[in-house]
């Protein structure tokens, strides 16, 4: 079937302003015809799902459910007193000095927690207005894609506000606030699961036909070498952390102290460098149209993001949480970049990127297709859940082992938890290469 066939069934199908179940097969079993000549393309499926979005008709406010109109004029009021409730409990803080004196007591961790919390709440007070309006203007589609937005925000504040008060009446709110705005989202619009099972379905379809293929990683004609999409570029990242990670420790065992094992892992857990991985990722991005240029090209391209990137690391560690875990001041031209990075190491990363782009990259994808594609949503989205835990808590870590050696007694609660969890004597042994100067951190 041609692809201007897969087009006219789906805009055939929601011709009517709706989408039901029948609509979706019919949609899917096009697909899956123009599937067996040729998959379809990422923009096709895009154009697929914009055709059904642009058909989907909002209903004027007069026919809404009662109950549905009270409630978004309600959410509106509500949203407005929120708004003005908010400003004008932050207006003291600022005038008075209040803020400054209290950020002092705490670590730059729980102050960014706080901030994050504040953040989530006012984004989600006028998200909550928006959603009013849409609803009296009949737009449940819109108003259903804002609640699932807001459910988001909500999670993430819900997690704020534990982290920074244990169990308490705050989460209880917080919790029934999330159900409502659930309840919400799946009564505004029942057509919206057929949508997002179309786009499901559609997904599934794409990976099955590749994985037949043999092309799952794959780029479109014309798009680069590989997709880059979340589960490609997030297993860049797993692979760079742990190749990267080896090459370091066989480095310093064999050149820097010949014999000598020192665990050089950057994060709390697990065998993870992740210097070499965002690297890898960052690699790939820039030269997944250029795979194959000139081995002269990707070394320099390589050479240049490594050399970069490890400066940003290096700078960000030390400004952060006065920490340093590497000096090349006296490498060649090491003082030049103030020891943050230099030409070896800067070239070490141009070798390993060009022996990844040219090498490992073809066969990362070969060994990723043996795994059955049923699998690969559920496994990547377990590793990548406990990967944002570590590098998260590695993060908040660093920022309490280096306030602990400027003197900071840990506040209960969060400075508490990881005053007993990840002491001094832990970080020093899981960070056997890194020295903490509170002195050479902004909050000197």
Aim: proline share 3%; charged share 15%.
């Amino acid at each position: 079937m041609a692809e201007i066939d897969v087009l006219q069934v789906t805009r055939d199908a929601v011709a009517d302003g709706s989408l039901d179940e029948q609509d979706v097969e019919t949609i899917l079993a096009a697909a899956r015809e123009r599937s067996e000549e040729q998959p379809l393309t990422s923009e096709e499926r895009s154009e697929i799902m914009k055709i059904v979005r642009d058909r989907m008709k909002g209903l004027t406010f007069d026919k809404l459910p009662t109950p549905l109109r009270v409630f978004s004029v309600l959410l509106i009021v509500a949203a407005l007193l929120g708004l003005v409730a908010g400003v004008m409990a932050i207006l003291p803080m600022f005038n008075n000095g209040w803020l400054e004196e209290q950020l002092g007591k705490i670590t730059a961790t729980t102050a960014l927690v706080i901030i994050l919390a504040a953040v989530c709440s006012f984004a989600s007070t006028v998200i909550s207005l928006i959603v009013g309006v849409r609803l009296i203007r009949g737009e449940r589609g819109a108003a259903s894609s804002l609640i699932n937005i807001n459910i988001g925000i909500s999670i993430i504040s819900l997690v704020c506000e534990f982290m920074l008060y244990g169990i308490g009446w705050v989460l209880l709110f917080n919790f029934v606030s999330l159900a409502v705005q659930i309840a919400l989202s799946t009564y505004l619009n029942p057509s919206l699961t057929n949508e997002s099972n179309l786009l499901h379905e559609l997904e599934k379809l794409d990976t099955e036909v590749h994985a037949k293929q043999g092309t799952l990683g794959l780029a479109d004609p014309g798009k680069g070498y590989i997709r880059l999409d979340f589960f490609n570029l997030f297993w860049t990242f797993m692979v760079g952390c742990v190749v990267g990670l080896i090459v370091e420790i066989i480095f310093h065992m064999v050149v820097v102290e010949p014999g000598v094992y020192q665990d050089r892992a950057g994060l709390l857990w697990g065998p993870f460098s992740p210097i070499y991985g965002i690297g890898a990722v960052l690699m790939t991005m820039a030269l997944n149209r250029f795979k194959d240029r000139n081995i002269i090209f990707i070394f320099i391209v390589c050479t240049i993001i490594g050399g970069a990137f490890e400066y940003f690391v290096s700078w960000f560690m030390e400004i952060s949480f006065g920490a340093t875990a590497w000096d090349y001041s006296n490498e060649f031209l090491g003082d030049l970049f103030g020891g943050r990075t230099c030409l070896l190491f800067a070239s070490m990363f141009g070798f390993l990127g060009t022996v990844w782009i040219k090498l490992l990259l073809p066969l990362f994808l070969k060994v990723f297709n043996l795994i059955p594609w049923k699998l690969r949503s559920g496994v990547t989205f377990v590793c990548a859940t406990f990967m944002l835990i570590n590098c998260v808590m590695t993060l908040q870590a660093l920022d309490n082992w280096g306030a602990r050696r400027a003197g900071h007694v840990p506040q209960p609660g969060i400075e508490e938890f990881y005053a007993k969890n990840f002491n001094d004597e832990y970080m020093q042994n899981r960070f056997q290469s890194m020295t903490i100067d509170p002195n050479k951190s902004v909050r000197a």
